[in-house]
């Protein structure tokens, strides 16, 4: 089952949080990697929340969340998005970290204006603002990225925004899956509130990293505002 429940987790001696599931150490190992054990895991994880959204009998947004900087969020997000692509789903891969965008520095070609920012301020059509990852071998058919661009938007007050609510519907309305790639939650309120909105959400955390105390209070904090913690996952890198 995807749903990797705290009560499995060990903390390690300092406190940090316990294995989950198998380490993934490298960046991009769908793409660099494809034949790893690492990218194997990612694909098991894929095809489980792809099951149980197909089971729910609906298209699915799923926020990518985790305590701090640093802890694989992006990494996870990027490579998850490529699994689902590979599996046949059309996929979007949307930033929502407009100070600290790890995406544009992980996958070449994203514009550093045209994002997720500019459409919501009127300033970019959606389509012109939506870009299939480069230097990619074989190149993901079914994988886009709406990139978060410049840094105007704020990430604290975008789950009020009746523009992005109406916006994520839309590409709900073109996309089997959208991931969202969320700010650290040690940065604001912003990724929780978007996780709640969505529903179903997926932690990221970083042993010798990620305290086991913080990752109980940010999954309990996710399941008291409504959203459905589909599991955590512990990333090496």
């Given amino acids: 089952d995807v749903v990797w429940a705290l009560r499995r987790q060990r903390p390690h001696p300092q406190g940090d949080a316990g294995g989950v599931v198998t380490p993934i150490a490298e960046p991009l190992v769908m793409r660099d990697r494809p034949d790893s054990p ?3 895991v990612i694909r098991d994880i894929a095809r489980q929340i792809v099951e149980r959204g197909a ?3 609906t298209r699915q947004a799923l926020s990518i969340v985790s305590v701090g900087i640093g802890e694989g969020k992006s990494t996870v997000a990027a490579n998850l998005a490529m699994a689902m692509a590979e599996q046949g ?4 891969l949307l930033d929502t970290d407009f100070t600290r965008s790890r995406l544009k520095l992980m996958l070449p070609g994203l514009s550093a204006s045209k994002g997720l920012g500019a459409v919501l301020a009127g300033r970019e059509h959606l389509s012109h603002a939506i870009a299939r990852p480069v230097g990619w071998s074989p190149q ?4 886009h990225v ?3 661009g410049d840094n105007s938007g704020d990430p604290s007050q975008l789950a009020r925004l009746p523009a992005f609510t109406q916006l994520l519907q ?3 309305g073109h996309y089997d899956q959208v991931l ?3 700010p650290a939650t040690s940065q604001g309120p912003g990724a929780l509130e978007l996780a709640c909105l969505t529903g179903p959400a997926l932690v990221v955390a970083r ?3 990620t305290r086991s105390t913080d990752l109980d209070h940010l999954t309990r904090s996710l399941r008291e505002g409504g959203a459905q913690v589909l599991g955590v996952v512990m990333n090496s890198h």
């Fill in 140 to 143: 993901p058919r079914d994988l």
């Fill in 89 to 92: 789903r059309r996929v979007l």
């Fill in 180 to 182: 969202l790639d969320t």
């Fill in 55 to 57: 089971a729910n009998a």
């Fill in 38 to 40: 690492a990218a194997a």
């Fill in 207 to 209: 042993p010798g990293h």
């Fill in 170 to 172: 839309k590409l709900l």
């Fill in 146 to 148: 709406l990139p978060a």
